[in-house]
Structure formats: C-alpha cells, structure tokens
Nanobody, 122 residues
Framework: QVQLVESGGGLVQAGGSLRLSCAAS????????IGWFRQAPGKERAFVAT???????????DYADSVKGRFTISRDNSKNMVYLQMNSLKPEDTAVYYC????????????WGQGNQVTVSS
C-alpha cells in the first residue's frame, strides 16, 4: 500500500512558477512509476508528467506536449518525494493536480493523492 499527499499548490500570476510536492508513505517506492495528472473544471483528468523506473537508479521522464519545456518532474527516493516544478505558468494550467503511483508491471495507476489546486491568473 502506498499513500500519497500533494502539497505546494496555490494562486500564481501567469508567467510565474510553482513547485508541487508529492510525499509517499508506506512501501518504498524506488521502483514505482510516479505520475502527475491534472483535472480542469469541466474536463477529464489528463496526463502531465511521469517518472518511470528503468533499471538500477535510472529513470525516464515523459511529459505531455502542453507542458514540455515548462514543467520538470524529479524525485528524491531518499525522502520518498516526487516534485513537479512548473515554470512559465499559463491560465490554462489551472487545475487540480494529482500525483499517482503504479508498480512497473501494472498498466494502471493504483494509488492516488487527494489533489492540490493550482490557479493561474491572467
């Protein structure tokens, strides 16, 4: 079992930056794939970024096209933390952001955080 808690959201002006944090507790998550998703009002939840375990201490990062070059996902396994650094924020980035975890052999994310609101004003 993995428990995830997001933090770091809030209100920021367009062009600004925020860093979201995802704290994991429970089982060690070194080999877990950790993803960030977001859900804007009236829209379905959408993929934002993921950090996937490849081998040893090698991880692969992937991003949605809409955030490439602006967002960076990182992880600190010693602290069971995953971060999403968001720069050059746009009003369309406004959403509830969720972190999620899945074992590498599973296709679906089985563990989800409670969500954290990010609001970008124009």
């Amino acid at each position: 079992q993995v428990q995830l808690v997001e933090s770091g959201g809030g209100l920021v002006q367009a062009g600004g930056s925020l860093r979201l944090s995802c704290a994991a507790s429970g089982r060690t998550f070194t080999r877990y794939n950790i993803g960030w998703f977001r859900q804007a009002p009236g829209k379905e939840r959408a993929f934002v970024a993921t950090t996937s375990w490849m081998r040893a201490s090698v991880y692969y990062a992937d991003y949605a096209d809409s955030v490439k070059g602006r967002f960076t996902i990182s992880r600190d396994n010693s602290k069971n933390m995953v971060y999403l650094q968001m720069n050059s924020l746009k009003p369309e980035d406004t959403a509830v952001y969720y972190c999620a975890a899945r074992e590498p052999q599973n296709a679906q994310y089985g563990y989800w955080g409670q969500g954290n609101q990010v609001t970008v004003s124009s």
